[in-house]
């Protein structure tokens, strides 16, 4: 089992930039893929980033493609999320999950884990 803890959210400009983080603790962090998703108010939790276990591999929402960045270092056990060019609709409560698929996985029902969620708002 792993327990995920995210920090980073804000509330920041359009424009903006914001990097979250997903500290993992508990079973070796390596044996994960993981990725972010998001859930706005009063709609379902959504795909934004997913990367391989080794980080060499990546995926993105067509939505955040060319402004987001998801990066892991693995002897720190923590995933990454940068957020450029922040626009008010990126507005949500981003969660990093982990999933124990050996591929990148990008639906909600393949990740076996999930953090509480960090608040990013981002105002006009």
């Known amino acids: 089992q792993v327990q995920l803890v995210e920090s980073g959210g804000s509330l920041v400009q359009a424009g903006g930039s914001l990097r979250l983080s997903c500290a993992a603790s508990g079973r070796t962090f390596s044996r994960y893929a993981m990725g972010w998703f998001r859930q706005a108010p009063g709609k379902e939790r959504e795909f934004v980033a997913a990367?391989?276990?080794?980080?060499?591999?990546?995926v993105y929402a067509d939505s955040v493609k060319g402004r987001f960045t998801i990066s892991r270092d693995n002897a720190k056990n923590t995933v990454y999320l940068q957020m450029n060019s922040l626009k008010p609709e990126d507005t949500a409560v981003y969660h990093c999950?982990?999933?124990?698929?050996?591929?990148?996985?990008?639906?909600?029902?393949?990740?076996?884990?999930w953090g509480q969620g960090t608040h990013v708002t981002v105002s006009s």
């Open positions: 999950a982990a999933s124990e698929a050996l591929l990148i996985v990008t639906t909600r029902n393949r990740y076996d884990y």
């Open positions: 990367i391989s276990r080794s980080g060499g591999s990546t």
